[in-house]
């Protein structure tokens, strides 16, 4: 008997129609992750019909279905780029050698470790997020959060697939585990920091987006560069959906300060106090937002030296981002790597060796890249005419992971005190007063084309659709 | 064909709305897009507006699209410096060709402002068409396929060197259709070093092989040798094919196309029309027919096809000897020595009662197929044998695009 139409409620193409073994372990591991869904998915929301967007194969006419679907009967699909032929490793030890299509024993438990850590951040946001459709600023937004969500949920998959197909009786136990850690948990925590921390209001889930999920991007960009070939084609896939994600985060802030100096220009002040009695969130509290979800998701990279990292990427385990772009060896023996440092006071730039600082290479592509999308933050502004500009803090602010964890650095990049820290804490990082206004504006906004008066409306809608479209139907 | 200043359509990314995600690069099956540190850029000359970038794009930000004058369309540097679109600007035009483009708006139903049709004909299959596969090999993960057959298809005397090559898929899977398209990466660089674009070709073979049973098809293949101005010049991949050996291997991706696909039901009627190597898709589909001739079924085939003169026609021979009663066959030659121009629209409106009984009928479908210039032309053809029957042509056209029965693809 079996409790799974494999072909029309999972689709997939990994042939899991003809893999008895991944359907046994698949149909244990469905229900819990539907009663998962059902305890940690978003909140009271179960029955609403959601205008989403369903992969059902992975060509460009497939991977991008729009229909109204209830989320627990989204088809979280599996699916894998398709294979490239004669594929080989680009970079490590083993470069030049055919592409894994099977877990080499010697990285079994290194492998089994980062899928593990990548599969937990995706049920984790979803749990991070459980509470925002009760305060969502239109039903454009609502959706979007719900598509989030379903889509981090087949992530869920993707990387369950992997485990359950490759690693054995091991990866049935780590999928169920994924299942039971909980975000914020202090018994049972997801595995990284920025993944316990809690997205209270729509302003830090739009940073989340922007930043964190950003951090996602990186991360599988780095794996689809992988040895291993199974995760290289699942990560290159569940890429295509994570640039929604950054979406969601890049025009949300961006439309919330839209919003603002459309406001700050009416009523022809830049005062905080004046145009947070007008119902809109001021830049200075956006910025203060900007720079705590900027120097967490820093930390979500790793320490700035790891053997780890050395090792996984001599190994062929994990690439960098766009190792097929670089034109140096892929080996990086010998070669060396700039990173910043404490020496006497101050902060100083030293050189190590490249393997070791791979997290900083990564952390480093990350940074350019929200460096560019800020800037076009900033193009609101200036286009409405404003001298306010936005920023992202020194790399060194903040941080609670590497050389830096422990020590004081302002946004600007200074070495302080413990006691200039405690006097500027508060421009700098968003303040309970802060998070308690946020909160206060977050309201339920229902009606189709309406939105909270803190946000901009988008400046097109979903799928061509018009942005007084019935994105979400209430039962 | 007259000479006039052509419109485009320029597919461009939207450099407020775009986050950078690179889904589009990933995306585009034939190498389009690229980015520098400021934008995500279409490159006009490379794209053909085969939308598979639409539909992953997070944003909506490369759904756009601007009428610009060939000769003028925005190049890949100046969409570098850009920080937001430019405006849709009114073409300084010809009358005929702001006709053309004028046809182009009526026919999306867009008022104004973005505009997402990009086609005169269906964006739809016909209804009982085959499911297509599409991009299963992409410019990153292309296939191999093997030459087993090049030979030249016009006469040695004609100037215009047409080629039929068959290619081999060995045991790797390559499901394709007729009507469907796949694009060859020819070897090497331009001279500044990138390497070379792909280039789109016409299935010309029925979908169960060249040979039936075998998991090859067949391409028709012009050598260009000279520009768009008629100066001396020779087509990288055009040149590159037309050379290749029996044996030589090739770089393939695709498949490409979702709508250009025949119907499948035995009793529809296929009106063809094309010039040269649009040639290739009508071959495709009138073999699939003559294999599946079937007792009883009604479905007639007619085809307008041009070419200069006699000896440049592809496929002439095999062309003349298809059985009457299976295919209605019109050629039209502008070139013979002695004899006034004929095109395949004058051919058309010869056979104009006849052309006018096929649209009558809700199960003809019209492939068009072959130079740019021709669709303008053809078109109107249409128009006017529709008009004079009695069958007003807005609604009847609406309609034949409307139901996936009007096929265009010209390049
Ligand atoms: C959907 C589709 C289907 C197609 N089907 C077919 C088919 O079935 N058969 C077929 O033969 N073709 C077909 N084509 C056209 C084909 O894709 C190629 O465009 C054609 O073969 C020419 O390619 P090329 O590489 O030889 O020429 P290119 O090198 O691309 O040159 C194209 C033109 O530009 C000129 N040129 C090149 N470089 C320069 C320069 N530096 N300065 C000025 N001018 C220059 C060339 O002389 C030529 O006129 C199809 C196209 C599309 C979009
Ligand atoms: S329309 Fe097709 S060819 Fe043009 S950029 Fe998009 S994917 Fe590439
Ligand atoms: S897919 Fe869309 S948003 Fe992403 S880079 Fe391309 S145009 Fe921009």
């Known amino acids: ?93 083993h470069k030049g050698q055919p592409a894994w299509q099977e877990v080499p024993g010697e990285h079994r438990a290194n492998l089994r470790r980062i899928i593990v850590t990548q599969g937990d951040t995706e049920p984790a946001s979803v749990e991070q997020q ?174 700035d030296q790891s053997s780890n990292a050395a090792m996984f990427y001599s190994a062929g385990l994990k690439g960098r981002f766009e190792e097929g772009k670089r034109s140096d060896d892929h080996q990086l023996n010998g070669q060396s790597y700039k990173i910043l440092g404490i020496e006497g006071g101050k902060l100083i730039e030293r050189e190590v060796p490249m393997l070791n600082a791979l997290n900083e290479v990564l952390r480093d592509d990350y940074i350019k890249d929200s460096v560019g999308g800020v800037g076009r933050w900033n193009k609101v502004i200036e286009k409405a005419g404003l001298p306010f500009r936005l920023s992202v803090p020194h790399k060194a602010f903040h941080r609670q992971i590497g050389t ?40 339920r906004v229902a009606e189709s084309g309406k939105f909270a008066n803190w946000i901009a409306p988008p400046p097109m809608g979903i799928n061509k659709q018009p942005i007084d479209f019935e994105y979400v139907r209430f039962n | 064909m007259s000479v006039h200043l052509e419109v485009i359509k320029q597919h461009l990314i939207d450099p407020e709305i775009c986050i950078r995600c690179n889904t589009c690069e990933e995306t585009c099956p034939i190498g389009a897009i690229s980015h520098d540190g400021n934008n995500y850029v279409v490159d006009a000359s490379i794209c053909n507006l085969c939308m598979a970038c639409v539909s992953p794009c997070p944003t909506g930000a490369i759904d756009n699209w601007r009428n610009v004058a060939k000769t003028e369309a925005y190049s890949v540097e100046e969409q570098f410096t850009w920080d937001e679109l430019p405006k849709q600007t009114t073409l300084a035009v010809s009358a005929e060709s702001a006709e053309a483009a004028a046809n182009v708006e009526e026919g999306e139903g867009e008022a104004e402002g973005i505009e997402v049709d990009t086609v005169l004909g269906s964006t739809l299959p016909p209804w009982s068409a085959a499911r297509p596969y ?55 660089s331009t001279p500044d070093g990138r390497v070379h674009h792909a280039r789109q070709y016409s299935i010309a073979s029925a979908r169960d ?136 629209q004058d051919l058309m409106r010869e056979r104009a009662e006849d052309v006018a009984a096929m649209l009558r009928d809700d199960s003809t479908y019209i492939y068009v197929c072959g130079l740019k210039g021709m669709e303008e032309g053809v078109l109107q053809a249409l128009a006017d044998i529709a008009n004079q029957s009695g069958q007003p042509w807005e609604p009847l056209w609406k309609k034949l695009k409307q139901f996936g029965r009007l096929h265009l693809e010209t390049y």
């Not at chain 1, 991008?64 to 780029?81: C, N, Q, S």
């Not at chain 1, 700050?264 to 910025?287: C, F, H, S, W, Y």
């Not at chain 2, 020779?234 to 770089?251: A, E, F």
Request: hydrophobic share 35%; proline share 5%; with cysteine.
């Open chain 1, 130 to 303: 459980r509470h925002l459709g009760l305060t969502a600023p239109s039903l454009y937004d609502l959706r979007n959060l719900f598509q989030v969500n379903v889509e981090e949920g087949r992530h869920l998959w993707a990387m369950v697939y992997l485990l359950q197909r490759y690693f054995g009786r091991d990866g049935r136990e780590e999928a169920e585990a994924l299942l039971e850690r909980r975000s914020g948990d202090e018994d049972n925590p997801r595995i990284l920091g920025a993944f316990n921390e809690r997205t209270p209001d729509w302003l830090s889930f739009f940073m989340f987006t922007y930043f964190t999920d950003r951090d996602g991007k990186f991360q599988l960009s780095a794996l689809t560069e992988s040895g291993f070939d199974p995760l290289a084609r699942t990560t290159k896939f569940m890429l295509t959906e994570e640039a929604h994600h950054m979406f969601v985060g890049e025009s949300g802030v961006s439309r919330v300060i839209q919003r603002t100096c459309a406001v700050m220009n009416q009523l022809k002040t830049d005062d905080p106090k004046t145009l947070r009695a007008a119902g809109v969130i001021d830049l200075e509290t956006i910025q203060r937002y900007l720079n705590f979800h900027y120097a967490v998701t820093l930390d979500l990279f790793g320490a």
């Open chain 1, 404 to 443: 830096f964890a422990g020590n004081r650095v302002s946004p600007d990049g200074r070495l302080v005190s413990e006691e200039e820290w405690q006097k500027n804490q508060s421009n700098w990082l968003p303040t309970a007063e802060d998070r308690a206004f946020v909160a206060s504006l977050m309201g």
């Open chain 1, 1 to 93: 008997m079996t409790s799974i139409d494999y072909s029309e409620k999972i689709p997939n193409n990994v042939n899991l129609a003809g893999d008895r073994t991944l359907q046994r372990a698949l149909e244990q591991w469905q229900p819990n992750f539907i009663s998962w869904w059902k305890d940690m998915g978003p909140e009271g929301s179960q029955s609403f019909d959601v205008y989403l967007r369903t992969a059902v194969s992975v060509d460009p006419s497939g991977w991008a279905h729009f229909d109204y679907v209830k989320m627990p009967e989204y088809r979280w699909g599996i699916f894998l780029t398709p294979a490239q032929q004669d594929r080989t490793i680009q970079f490590g030890e």
């Open chain 2, 209 to 344: 092989g060249e040979r039936r049973g075998y998991n090859n098809l067949s391409l028709t293949v012009k050598r260009v040798t000279t520009d768009a101005k008629g100066e001396a010049r020779s087509g990288v991949c055009s040149n590159y094919l037309c050379d290749l050996k029996k044996g030589d291997s090739v770089q393939v991706i695709g498949p490409f196309g979702s709508s250009f696909l025949m119907p499948n039901h035995p009793n529809s009627h296929l009106l063809m029309i094309c010039t040269g190597t649009g040639s290739a898709p009508m071959r495709a589909m009138t073999e699939y027919r003559r294999r599946r001739r079937l007792k009883g079924a009604t479905g007639k085939l007619m085809l307008f096809f041009g070419a200069r003169t006699r000896e440049e026609l592809p496929y002439f021979g095999p062309l003349m000897n298809l059985p009457k009663d299976f295919i209605d066959v019109n050629l039209a030659y502008s070139r013979t020595p002695g004899q006034p121009k004929r095109y395949v």
């Open chain 2, 134 to 188: 599409v991009n299963l090999y992409t410019h990153k993960a292309p296939i191999s396929a093997t030459v087993v057959g090049n030979y030249r298809l016009t006469a040695e005397t004609s100037e215009s060197d047409v080629h039929h090559i068959v290619l081999d898929f060995g045991q790797m899977p390559f499901p394709v259709l007729e009507g469907q398209s796949i694009a060859i990466l020819p070897p090497g």
